[in-house]
């Protein structure tokens, strides 16, 4: 075999070596981190669920009364604004 070809074929050769033993080490993380998620940990896991959907409804909450009080402030601004008007209408009608 020419050295040449030994020369293009090594690089290539490494490169699927070390990307296959990348493979490896995120599977093997992988099944570790989802062991730990799923066995022995149930309780925790539901304790997490629960405690996101506590989390869920505290920020519907949240979000329905911000967006009560932002049409509160559109209204109040609305009001502000006409009487405004009212008054500079008033003030120029007397000169």
Not at 38 to 55: H, I, Y
Not at 60 to 72: A, G, K, P, S, V
Request: no cysteine; aromatic share 6%; hydrophobic share 40%.
């Amino acid at each position: 075999m020419p050295p040449y070809v030994l020369d293009t074929i090594a690089p290539l050769i490494a490169m699927l070596s070390m990307g296959t033993m990348g493979l490896i080490g995120f599977k093997l993380w992988l099944d570790a981190k989802t062991a730990r998620l799923t066995g022995g940990g149930g309780e925790d896991v539901k304790r997490l669920t629960e405690s996101v959907d506590r989390l869920d409804e505290q920020f519907r909450m949240l979000h329905d009364h911000l967006t009560d009080l932002d049409e509160r402030l559109e209204f109040a601004e609305r009001v502000l604004a006409r009487s405004a008007e009212e008054r500079g209408r008033l003030g120029a009608g007397d000169r």
